[in-house]
């Protein structure tokens, strides 16, 4: 999605309204927001249908500046606009106002391809909101548990729970000194390795998620007092 201009789409502060916050995509990383781009919302938008999870977004707007942005174009004669779109998870269906709010990782993507030429109609708010015209849908992706996460996860969970454990063993029953200094030196190696990768997959979710752990780790990667 680098490059893209994409539409951010989440529930607003009341919890009845929605928000959409134009952002430039930027690689595989948090969208940023998009200054030079704005958004009007029109009637009949917001949730409809139940709740902010099992309910229906609807969004009509009034987009200025976005036939062209510093990065990229939108052919508005095209018959076969590439798109691109992305869903998050239901725990992800925060409530802001915020047009620079942060979001977390999407839980499923997909392309289609948009006849320009038929969106075009008279101005104002289609009469019908649910045709699909012109649009041919080409595939749908679930993220799913990455090979990154779970190498994370297990690398983690290994050296809490073998690693270091060992490493007490080894002091307290064979009372070797360099051996506990060994296990327990690989054991905050491994530490530090499962950091970066929880690190860099915390990348494509919520920056928050960082602080908590490094000041998790932290503490475990400090020389111990004499």
Same mark, same amino acid.
């Given at each position: 999605?680098?490059?893209?201009? =994409? ?26 927001p998009?200054n030079?781009?704005s ?7 917001? =949730?409809?249908?139940?709740? !902010?999870?099992?309910? !229906?977004y ?12 510093k990065?990229? $174009?939108?052919? $508005? ?11 998050? &998870? $239901? #725990?992800?269906?925060? @409530? ?6 942060? =979001?977390? *990782?999407? *839980?499923?993507?997909?392309?289609f ?5 038929? &969106?075009?109609?008279? @101005?104002?708010? %289609? ?7 012109g649009?041919? #849908?080409?595939?749908d992706?679930?993220n799913?548990?990455?090979?990154g ?20 063993? &080894?002091l ?5 000194v360099?051996? #506990?200094w ?8 491994l530490?530090l390795v ?24 932290? %503490? ?7």
């Amino acid at each position: 999605m680098k490059d893209a201009l =994409i539409f951010l789409i989440y529930k607003g502060g009341d919890g009845k309204n929605v928000t959409v916050s134009p952002r430039l995509g930027t690689g595989h990383s948090e969208p940023q927001p998009l200054n030079t781009v704005s958004v009007k919302l029109l009637e009949q938008s917001g =949730i409809t249908g139940g709740d !902010d999870e099992t309910g !229906d977004y609807v969004v009509n707007a009034h987009c200025t500046g976005c036939r062209s942005w510093k990065t990229g $174009a939108i052919d $508005a004669t095209s018959t076969k606009q590439p798109m691109i779109y992305a869903v998050g &998870a $239901a #725990h992800s269906f925060f @409530g802001s106002d915020d047009l620079n709010a942060t =979001i977390v *990782q999407h *839980q499923a993507f997909g392309q289609f391809t948009m006849d320009l030429k038929a &969106a075009v109609g008279q @101005g104002g708010v %289609p009469t019908d909101t649910s045709q699909q015209t012109g649009v041919v #849908h080409d595939s749908d992706n679930n993220n799913g548990t990455t090979l990154g996460s779970a190498f994370h996860a297990a690398i983690m969970a290994a050296t809490f729970v073998l690693v270091f454990p060992t490493g007490a063993v &080894a002091l307290r029953l064979f009372e070797r000194v360099w051996l #506990h200094w060994m296990i327990q030196s690989l054991g905050v190696l491994l530490i530090l390795v499962g950091a970066i990768v929880g690190i860099y997959i915390s990348e494509k979710h919520d920056k928050v998620r960082d602080i908590l752990r490094q000041s998790v780790i932290t %503490p475990l990667t400090r020389p111990a007092a004499p």
